[in-house]
T-cell receptor, first 110, second 116 residues
Framework: GNSVTQMEGPVTLSEEAFLTINCTYTATGYPSLFWYVQYPGEGLQLLLKATKADDKGSNKGFEATYRKETTSFHLEKGSVQVSDSAVYFCARGTGNQFYFGTGTSLTVIP | GAGVSQTPSNKVTEKGKYVELRCDPISGHTALYWYRQSLGQGPEFLIYFQGTGAADDSGLPNDRFFAVRPEGSVSTLKIQRTERGDSAVYLC??????????????FGPGTRLTVL
């Protein structure tokens, strides 16, 4: 089938800590992969994306690499800030449909 | 410019009633998507429009759910004979093209539907 599995939260980190949120997918063909972020009280917004194998998406210090061999798209940031506190959703797009993971809540404490 | 807007922001209704949820996409965006997000879950695809036509409605859970986009802009999601299990946040997103390979989806703030 087609699905996205991401690391369960909640995740709590101290400021400047290293962040990894794991995401793996199952799909036929070659989907595009995305990370969306939802800040408190706001709507979903695109954080980064990758459209083919070995592509690296990056934005606001976050990075994720499209790994076809491991069907993964893990989100990383070297030094998180309090303002990164949000819910992060991994998603894959195939054809006209997006499939989202269940979301990982991140809280960064000063 | 304005983003995707959805009205109402909150809707409380009684079991068995009919509801309509409205989405105003970003001007010029040809693709429009509806999703449903239950508590603690990611958005679940419901239906996709390209222009005026429903190109893919495979995510609609049953025939109580219907959506229209008569002029290729505003869309309305309609739910008949609502059930408590329909309670969720309904999200709308629009995109300038239909290709997920090249185009970002822009999401609205959602409508929180509560069925009592």
């Amino acid at each position: 089938g087609n699905s996205v599995t991401q690391m369960e939260g909640p995740v709590t980190l101290s400021e400047e800590a290293f962040l990894t949120i794991n995401c793996t997918y199952t799909a036929t063909g070659y989907p595009s992969l995305f990370w969306y972020v939802q800040y408190p009280g706001e709507g979903l917004q695109l954080l980064l994306k990758a459209t083919k194998a070995d592509d690296k998406g990056s934005n606001k210090g976050f990075e994720a690499t499209y790994r076809k061999e491991t069907t993964s798209f893990h989100l990383e940031k070297g030094s998180v800030q309090v303002s990164d506190s949000a819910v992060y959703f991994c998603a894959r797009g195939t054809g006209n449909q997006f499939y989202f993971g269940t979301g990982t809540s991140l809280t960064v404490i000063p | 410019g304005a983003g995707v807007s959805q009205t109402p922001s909150n809707k409380v209704t009684e079991k068995g009633k009919y509801v309509e949820l409205r989405c105003d996409p970003i001007s010029g965006h040809t693709a429009l998507y509806w999703y449903r997000q239950s508590l603690g879950q990611g958005p679940e695809f419901l239906i996709y429009f390209q222009g005026t036509g429903a190109a893919d409605d495979s995510g609609l859970p049953n025939d109580r759910f219907f959506a229209v986009r008569p002029e290729g802009s505003v869309s309305t999601l309609k739910i008949q004979r609502t059930e408590r299990g329909d309670s969720a946040v309904y999200l709308c997103a629009s995109s300038p093209t239909s290709s997920t390979a090249f185009s970002e989806q822009f999401f609205g703030p959602g409508t929180r539907l509560t069925v009592l």
